[in-house]
């Protein structure tokens, strides 16, 4: 069976990429839809550092082909300053101003949790209690604390998706057995610049084959992110 893993990237708005992706002459602001034209998802992490609101995603959604999807990295003032505390009606506004802006085109929802978010029972508790589940929630973590079996067990039961990281510091599971087949590669040795060999990415390939899911490049401080996606999107045809 054909992989029905989508391929994509954290940015796009990367100089680095002229001439290798982005034809010389091709103006910045049309990167995007140059993007689009090659790739059928995108993750969108500015909604980290600002919260978003329903225009800015209407935006995007409107210039986007229509089989489009967007992953969507939940804003920072939830995942690491209040740590899903006292969140509820800032989560609620933000599922609300995702499913308006980008309708059917929002594919998953991504919590990214700070390496200080180390395993407890209340934490693994506050996670299950702070979701809502008419979202397809994939949870990011960054202590290898949460790799275990409490957490995995836990998360098929209630339906959420534990990210598989290619980082330098964790373990490099391909976790395939969850709602979602959900891959960032934040490159490895070097975080946001190293590239994936052939031999890398063919043998992730091999793993992912069959699955359902997304596969995200976030290796974009360098052109090793797009040159990885465009590999790894050949091999997945």
């Known amino acids: 069976m054909k992989n029905q893993v ?11 990429w002229k001439n290798i992706f982005y034809p010389q002459n091709l103006p910045s602001k049309n990167w995007f839809d140059f ?12 909604s980290f550092y600002k919260f978003p609101t329903i225009k800015i995603f209407e935006n995007w959604y ?17 995942t690491h300053i209040k ?24 594919a998953a929802v991504l919590f990214q949790f700070p390496p200080s978010y180390v395993f407890s029972t209340e934490k693994l508790g506050d996670i ?7 979202f397809q929630n994939v949870i990011e973590f ?9 957490v995995w067990n836990s998360f098929k039961e209630n339906n959420i998706t534990f990210c598989s990281v290619s980082h330098p510091d964790l373990p490099q599971t391909i976790f395939k057995d ?15 610049h190293s590239s994936y060999s052939t031999e890398e990415l063919l043998d992730v390939n091999h793993k992912i084959n069959s ?27």
């Open 128 to 134: 299950i209690s702070s979701l809502d589940y008419n």
């Open 62 to 78: 409107n210039k986007t082909p229509e089989s489009f999807l967007f992953s969507i990295k939940v804003p920072k003032e939830i």
């Open 211 to 237: 699955k359902k899911g997304f596969a995200y490049f976030n290796n974009t401080a360098s052109e090793a992110g797009i040159l990885n996606a465009l590999e790894l999107k050949r091999m997945n045809v």
């Open 142 to 150: 960054r202590h290898e604390s949460w790799w275990n079996e409490e």
């Open 83 to 106: 740590k899903l505390k006292d969140c509820e009606s800032l989560l609620n506004d933000f599922y609300n101003v995702c499913s308006a802006g980008m309708k059917e085109k929002l």
């Open 35 to 46: 993007y689009c034209q090659h790739f059928n998802t995108y993750e969108f992490n500015g």
């Open 6 to 16: 989508l391929i994509g990237c954290s940015s796009f708005y990367n100089s680095f």
């Open 178 to 192: 969850f709602p979602l087949l959900y891959l960032r590669f934040h490159g490895i040795p070097k975080m946001f």
